[in-house]
């Protein structure tokens, strides 16, 4: 039976005022890792006057990477909790447990975290305390993350290291979210999942999944901080790793997530200078998880918006079908996709090579298509994208021309990409292929050395509404300026595909458009009066093979027969749509 949209809006208001209960504003809060402190114009440059602030320190900030890295085995953790105003470290146990190293975690006030200098002053202030601690220390890895609550402010420090320096590595890393789907209950299973999944992608992305173990962040009010223990410990049981009982917040403010450490005997997907010209660029499964969930909540808090998305998009039926399939995306651990980067990693302390080697590895997430930007700026090369695979291209525009969200792309336990060569990637690509539920494809590839520069279809502007954050990126449309028309044209080319077997009144074509926006191609879909479906496409040539590839992996369809007939480019449509 359909539910008006009257019924819709009650049903999320009812969730919205459960959690405002709790303290927790989900009409000011962002969702996922959106809920990060801003990277490029908040965190980056705050650490930047951080830095000249407090440069003769004894601090050191590891480069940017997705996890700590520390030589051995069997992790010792001491957590310390302070307070952002004030911050108050125990200067003398810290020295007697000696640290490797620093995992942080900082939760502060949305109006302490929305410019460089308040950030860079709550940094400062916890790096003087720190300067005390002897010999140099290290932070290994730091995440941030903004509250609705000013008394909600803490920073968790777990200081760490290992007891036996054997031929190992242990990986470390540090996620924390507030809240991933506002019409879940609060502690529930997925909530848990997804947040613990999101702390364990960046381990299992530099293939470490041997193991694994947890020091929760978790907090709530009254039962449901023991709810979510409960779940927690259940989650971890069922991944198999060991859960530590460690000092928790205890805030009464919503709080998941952890840090967790996993054991690594061979050298992990860190090899940037090995990256060259050519190598491919390949990810897990589409991804801008985000910016659907963003989308649901906005429309359910502005009638206006919800009635022009109905009009100009999709049903709200259809958007809660690809919210709960990107959520369940979420919740499942990427631990099969850590299996297949280990088995391409060189033994412990032998050489790099790419012919059997995984050459470098991210987890797209917070940053979105950014992190190819920070794979190219590690290897010193220009990375060129041929297309943005995300689950709802139309919903994505729809959130960054509406403001919902200004990076479209971003994501939680999203897609992991992986660098490798030309001739590796056939291989990862099938042993990917074989991973229920993934969609692997190659969405670009090294095109050069460089300074870190990325290149982006010129479409990418409609996921991105940060002007700031699309400076950082090369549109390859500006690339192309210069070049003879007659050779751009070249690349160009249309198919007409006829698709016969169960392929109407399925969902066929909505999942089609989706998939030919994402490769960046124009055209049409239109069904037959004999049940056929009519695809018009054009644009580049290995994008439509692309998406004809796409078309067998649709599996609300049964697909007969595909016939294709290739033609040259006409220009003759502006978008993809449906008839």
């Not at 990477?65 to 911050?87: C, F, N």
């Not at 709550?122 to 290994?140: D, K, Q, S, T």
């Not at 649709?554 to 027969?561: D, L, P, Q, S, T």
Request: some cysteine; proline content about 4%.
């Amino acid at each position: 039976m359909k539910i008006s949209k009257e019924e819709r809006v009650s049903r999320f208001l009812k969730h919205v005022g459960k959690y405002a209960s709790i303290g927790v504003n989900l009409t000011s809060l962002a969702l996922g890792c959106s809920v990060k402190v801003d990277l490029y114009n908040v965190l980056y440059p705050a650490l930047s006057i951080v830095k000249s602030e407090l440069g003769g320190l004894n601090i050191k900030i590891a480069p940017r990477e997705d996890v700590a890295v520390l030589r051995g085995s069997e992790l010792d953790l001491m957590r310390v909790i302070t307070s952002v105003d004030s911050p108050k470290l125990p200067i003398n146990t810290i020295n007697d447990f000696n640290p490797d190293a620093l995992i942080l975690l900082v939760e502060a006030f949305q109006g302490n975290a929305s410019d460089p200098d308040s950030f860079a002053n709550i940094m400062i202030r916890l790096f003087r305390e720190l300067a005390m601690v002897n010999g140099e220390l290290v932070i290994g890895k730091g995440h941030s993350i903004v509250s609705t609550q000013p008394n909600a402010s803490i920073h968790v420090l777990d200081f760490i290291k290992t007891r036996t320096k054997d031929d190992a590595y242990t990986l470390v890393n540090n996620d924390t979210i507030q809240i991933i789907d506002p019409m879940d209950e609060i502690a529930s299973r997925r909530q848990v999942s997804v947040a613990l999944n999101n702390a364990l992608n960046d381990l299992f992305s530099k293939g470490a999944f041997k193991d694994l173990e947890f020091y929760p962040v978790y907090d709530a009010p009254g039962d449901y901080n023991h709810k979510l223990f409960n779940e927690v410990k259940a989650y971890v049981n069922e991944l198999g790793g060991r859960l530590h009982e460690v000092e928790q917040p205890n805030l009464g403010y919503l709080l998941i997530g952890s840090t967790v450490a996993s054991r690594l005997d061979k050298e992990p997907p860190m090899f940037y200078s090995e990256v060259k010209e050519g190598f491919k660029i390949i990810v897990t499964r589409p991804f801008g998880e985000l910016s659907i969930i963003g989308t649901y909540v906005a429309l359910h808090v502005d009638e206006e918006l919800y009635d022009k998305f109905e009009r100009g998009v999709m049903t709200i039926d259809e958007l809660e079908e690809i919210k709960e399939y990107a959520l369940n995306q979420m919740a499942k651990p990427n631990i099969d996709v850590a299996k297949v980067i280990y088995s391409h990693l060189p033994e412990f302390g032998r050489r790099f090579n790419s012919d059997e080697h995984i050459a470098a590895t991210i987890d797209i997430s917070g940053p979105g298509i950014f992190v190819f930007k920070e794979l190219a700026e590690a290897a010193n090369v220009k990375i060129k994208l041929s297309h943005i695979p995300l689950i709802s291209p139309e919903v994505a525009e729809f959130a960054a021309s509406n403001y919902i969200i200004s990076d479209a792309t971003a994501g939680t336990n999203g897609a992991v990409a992986l660098v490798v060569s030309s001739k590796l990637a056939d291989d990862v690509l099938s042993e990917l292929g074989k991973i229920p539920g993934l969609k692997p494809m190659v969405i670009g590839e090294v095109v050069g050395k460089g300074e870190g520069t990325l290149i982006v279809p010129d479409y990418v502007a409609k996921y991105i509404k940060d002007r700031s954050m699309l400076t950082k990126l090369t549109v390859a449309s500006n690339i192309l300026q210069g070049v003879a028309r007659q050779n751009t044209a070249s690349r160009l080319t249309r198919a007409e595909i006829l698709v016969t077997g169960k392929v109407q009144g399925v969902g066929f074509r909505p999942l089609v458009r989706r998939s030919a926006k994402s490769l960046g191609l124009t055209g049409i879909a239109r069904n037959n009066d004999d049940g056929s479906v009519l695809i018009i496409v054009e644009g580049e040539e290995g994008n439509i093979k692309a998406f004809i590839e796409s078309l067998r992996s649709i599996n609300i369809a049964e697909i007969r027969g595909l016939d294709i007939k290739w033609s040259n480019y006409r220009g003759e449509f502006p978008d993809f749509t449906i008839e």
